[in-house]
Nanobody, 124 residues
Framework: QVQLVESGGGLVQAGGSLRLSCAASGRTISISTTGWFRQAPGKEREFVGFMRGSDGTTYYADSVKGRFTISRDIAKNTVFLEMNSLKPEDTAVYSC?????????????????WGQGTQVTVSS
C-alpha cells in the first residue's frame, strides 16, 4: 500500500521560507516521479513541480521557478519542497503525489497516489 505523508507546513511572513517533506512508503521515490501541487481556496489544484525518480531531474511551474526547489533523500525515501521568498499568493494546501510511471508529470491526472496535504499560509 502506497502512502505519502506531507509535513512542514505552517504560517510564515512574506519573504520567508519553509521546507515541506513528503515521506513515502510502499513505493520507492527513485523509480517513480514525485510531484508537488497546491490548491488555494476556491481555486483548482495547481501544478508546482516534479522530480523524476530515475535521475532526479526537476521541473517547475513558472510561478515558482527560481524560488522553489525540489530535492530528495533516497535513503529516507523522502522528497522535499524548499520554498523561499514566499508571497501571500503562495498560500494554499500543498500536496505531494506519486505516479506509477517515471516521466514528466505536469497534470494532476498523471498521478495515482496522493498525500493528505499540508497548509501553507503566507502573511503580508
Amino acid at each position: 500500500q502506497v502512502q505519502l505523508v506531507e509535513s512542514g507546513g505552517g504560517l510564515v511572513q512574506a519573504g520567508g521560507s519553509l521546507r515541506l517533506s513528503c515521506a513515502a512508503s510502499g513505493r520507492t521515490i527513485s523509480i517513480s516521479t514525485t510531484g508537488w501541487f497546491r490548491q488555494a481556496p476556491g481555486k483548482e489544484r495547481e501544478f508546482v513541480g516534479f522530480m523524476r525518480g530515475s535521475d532526479g531531474t526537476t521541473y517547475y511551474a513558472d510561478s515558482v521557478k527560481g524560488r522553489f526547489t525540489i530535492s530528495r533523500d533516497i535513503a529516507k525515501n523522502t522528497v522535499f519542497l524548499e520554498m523561499n521568498s514566499l508571497k501571500p499568493e503562495d498560500t494554499a494546501v500543498y500536496s505531494c503525489a506519486s505516479r506509477l510511471l517515471n516521466g514528466a508529470g505536469l497534470s494532476k491526472t498523471d498521478y495515482q497516489y496522493w498525500g493528505q496535504g499540508t497548509q501553507v499560509t503566507v502573511s503580508s
